[in-house]
């Protein structure tokens, strides 16, 4: 059961995807995030491509390095982040009163860094309530331990310092 102040908070946030029509690459990206998070009411950011592997996983080449040139760490509001995805969208959590406003803002941002099109869709792209994988990784009565931007995020196989940063 949620109280009308929680419902409140779930009803005011919604997600912003970015979908360019080419794989950005690393300086692009950086400029692109560090030009976003200057902006009110950003919660969340997630950036989803195809995988960067550091090893060749199968194949007759299985354990010989990757040297992808898009695999690298990039500085987003001072902090290092290695690309682990050739970033195809960005998802932003935004909790505002003015989302249209905040498109906006967005869409110039990436009319003056990029020089091919891109799709905004405006909607709920992340789960918002506790997952199967979220109780996989983290047991029982979780929900106030943790940070409620985790939740939905979770791979219970995976380290999550591996795989989400905290950008301050």
């Known amino acids: 059961m949620t109280t009308d102040v929680e419902e409140q908070k779930i009803i005011k946030a919604t997600d912003v995807k970015i979908f360019p029509y080419r794989i950005l690459k690393p300086s692009t990206t950086e400029n692109i995030l560090n030009q976003i998070l200057q902006l009110d009411g950003v919660l ?5 491509g195809k995988s960067l592997p550091t090893i060749v996983n199968f194949g ?19 902090n290092e982040v ?17 989302l249209e406003d905040f498109v906006e803002q967005v869409e110039d941002i990436l009319n003056d860094t990029l020089s091919f099109g891109y799709d905004i869709k405006v909607g709920v792209f992340n789960k918002t309530q506790t997952t199967v994988s979220d109780y996989m990784k983290y047991g029982e009565n979780f929900e106030g331990k943790i940070d409620s931007r985790l939740i939905g995020l979770v791979d219970p196989n995976a380290k999550s310092s591996e795989t989400v940063k905290y950008i301050r």
């Not at 969340?44 to 989803?48: A, C, K, Y």
């Not at 007759?60 to 001072?78: F, M, Q, S």
């Open 82 to 98: 290695p690309l682990r995805v050739s970033v195809g969208e960005i998802i932003l959590t935004v909790q505002l009163d003015n």
């Open 60 to 78: 007759p080449a299985k354990g010989l390095p990757v040297n992808h040139t898009d695999r690298k760490t990039i500085n987003v509001k001072g």
């Open 44 to 48: 969340r950011l997630l950036i989803n």
